[in-house]
């Protein structure tokens, strides 16, 4: 399976009040009873590296970090990673160098890797009841939940402020070993992945090439691992380990208030039969 991915809750000590007891609750409330692998941190200096691909990230972003603290990020992004920030302008604008105050940008984050982010477009004030819950969002997420309804419960105002930037029918599924392609199922394209790919030396894991074993080399070990998984798919389950779906191919945006050692992927929703509902 692919390699531990983890949740960054970057805290700060001068921050106080609500924005504190959100990152506190989203670790010990959420995350660590879920037994995700998480990097909790409380001191002045920004986290910037994790010894595994990211998943999440929260933090006070540039209010502790200070500017272009998105590019000094130096995260391996897990597909479906998504961003949570309390800054007042991380949404306003997604034009490269349109930092207002100084503030990370939602389209940074997705231009480097991530896959979904919420922001505000103005001031919001700093509040539970003005900016998403992250304890919310993500509890939701890890409880297959879309990003919608995540991003939709976790947000008590009803607000043009608060925005939602990515796929709202993403969800986190778990992985199903011998998925290269990350379609949620394993089927033939992932037999000829790892066939077209036979021999090839990657170093460590590559899913997409269907190196599978963490051997770095695609062989006949993960041959096996798509033949013993051949035609399984992935269905939703209580606290998976992630792997999000988005139901699009470009991302879309939703606004008005509306990643442990499990892998997280890509699953493309079929477009609904006519008459079907879609939820």
């Known amino acids: 399976m692919p390699g531990p991915q983890y949740f ?22 959420v995350l660590l009873p879920a037994g995700k692998n998480t990097i909790y941190d409380t001191s002045p200096q920004d986290v910037t590296t994790a010894p595994g691909s990211v998943i999440g990230y929260v933090s006070h972003g540039s209010q502790a970090a200070g500017p272009d603290y998105v590019d000094r990020l130096m995260f391996d992004l897990a597909p479906g990673a998504v961003m949570h920030t309390w800054e007042s302008f991380n949404a306003f604008s997604f034009r490269e160098g349109y930092n207002l105050a100084g503030q ?18 103005q001031e919001p004030k700093a509040t539970r009841t003005s900016v ?38 993403m969800t986190f599924r778990p ?48 041959l096996y691992k798509v033949l013993d998984n051949l035609q399984t798919s992935s269905t939703t389950t209580s606290n998976a380990d992630a ?6 191919v470009s991302a879309m945006i939703i606004t008005g208030g509306l990643c442990s050692t499990g892998g997280i992927r890509y699953r493309r929703h079929k477009p609904p039969k006519p008459l079907e509902r879609c939820l």
């Open 104 to 121: 990370g940008l939602a389209g940074e984050w997705l231009a480097n890797g991530g896959t979904a982010a919420l922001g505000h477009v």
């Open 175 to 222: 992985w199903v070993v011998g998925d290269t392609n990350l379609d949620g199922d394993v089927g033939f394209d992932d037999l000829n992945t790892v066939l077209g790919n036979w021999s090839t030396q990657t170093y460590t894991y590559n899913i997409q090439v269907g190196e599978l074993t963490g051997d770095g080399f695609v062989g006949i070990d993960d």
């Open 8 to 29: 960054v809750v970057d805290d700060d000590p001068g921050a106080a009040g609500t924005q504190a007891d959100l990152m506190s609750e989203l670790v010990n409330g």
């Open 132 to 169: 998403a819950n992250e304890d919310i969002l993500f509890d939701m997420l890890l409880n297959g939940y879309t990003l919608a309804e995540a991003a939709w419960s976790a947000t008590a105002q009803l607000s043009f402020v608060n925005t939602v930037v990515g796929d709202p029918l």
């Open 243 to 248: 792997v999000p779906e988005p139901g699009s």
